[in-house]
């Protein structure tokens, strides 16, 4: 998975996870919010790509 990542996206992973760290030493139920959220976007930007992919046949 790393890989395909790339250095950026590695170095964007670390400053979520960073980030969502910083808010859980001061606020855990905004952390878990925050953090919720987050994977919502993923997931929807995931099946976005795969179905506009699919649209192109790449997938």
Known sequence: MLDKLGPFGIVGVLAII?????????????????????????LTARSLVQNVMGMFGMA
């Not at 960073?18 to 993923?42: D, E, F, H, T, Y």
Request: proline share 4%.
């Open 18 to 42: 960073g980030g969502i760290a910083l808010i859980a030493v001061q606020s855990p139920v905004v952390a878990a919010g925050i953090s919720l959220v987050l994977v919502g976007v993923g």
